[in-house]
């Protein structure tokens, strides 16, 4: 059984507000990632880590900030929500998907942010 | 450009029938592709991984095919159930590439 873990996993704030979105898992992977998925659309890759003190921007571009400073913890910063950021938020992990070794995603259930 | 494509029309069948769902690629090279099943406002959970040089991989009820010549793979569900009910999306990780690509998804309901 993975174990990725999210919390909050609803929060509803208001605009302006501070938030941060924790994300841990206990299964030792160096790659980490976010993504943001409206209802009923695709999946948006906003960052992803390849390890400890990595941080790479996604394919759609993103107000959120990230870090990587332990193994296990990817938590994402907004430093001032706005009803845009209205979203859900889903954290995963992976091997590294080097040498043959596939990079099979894991994922947390996710965040449902609401920002009024 | 890379793409991906599922049907994004919902595939509606009967209780006990089979479903296959269709992932066309094109400028890729995949090393291996694999199905994921999202269950709303859930994560996807992951299902089947097939490598670029396997034509098909079973795994109870689900069967995957890959074919690199028409840069398509099927998904089957056979006996499908009414709790296969869900949205399934193919994954891509291109060959010497370390960043998997996801499809949007096509939205599955079996009908008891």
């Known amino acids: 059984e993975a174990d990725i873990y999210q919390t909050p996993r609803y929060l509803v704030i208001g605009t302006g507000k501070k938030i941060t979105l924790e994300c841990s898992q206990t299964m030792g992977h160096d790659k980490m990632y976010w993504y943001q998925q409206d209802p009923g659309m695709e999946l948006h890759l906003i960052h992803y880590?390849?390890?400890?003190?990595?941080?790479e921007k996604g394919d759609l571009s993103s107000e959120s900030t990230v870090s990587r400073i332990r193994t296990e913890h990817f938590p994402l910063t907004l430093e001032s929500a706005r009803p845009s950021h209205t979203s859900q938020y889903l954290c995963?992990?992976?091997?590294?998907?080097?040498?043959?070794?596939?990079?099979?995603?894991?994922f947390g259930p996710g965040t449902r942010l609401t920002v009024l | 450009s890379q793409k991906i494509e599922q049907n994004s029309e919902a595939l509606n069948i009967q209780e006990g029938k089979t479903a296959t769902l269709t992932c066309n690629y094109t400028?890729?090279?995949?090393?291996?592709l694999q199905w994921y099943r999202q269950d709303p406002g859930r994560g996807p959970v992951f299902l089947l991984l097939i490598r670029e040089n396997e034509k098909e991989k079973r795994k109870e009820r689900l069967k995957v095919t890959f074919d690199t010549t028409l840069k398509q793979s099927l998904f089957h569900i056979t006996a499908s159930q009414p709790a296969d009910s869900a949205t399934y999306l193919c994954?891509?990780?291109?060959?010497?590439?370390?960043?998997?690509?996801f499809g949007a998804g096509t939205r599955l309901f079996v009908k008891a």
């Open positions: 995963a992990s992976s091997e590294l998907g080097l040498a043959g070794v596939t990079d099979t995603q894991y």
């Open positions: 880590s390849y390890g400890v003190n990595s941080t």
């Open positions: 994954a891509l990780a291109p060959t010497g590439g370390f960043k998997t690509i």
């Open positions: 400028n890729y090279s995949p090393a291996y």
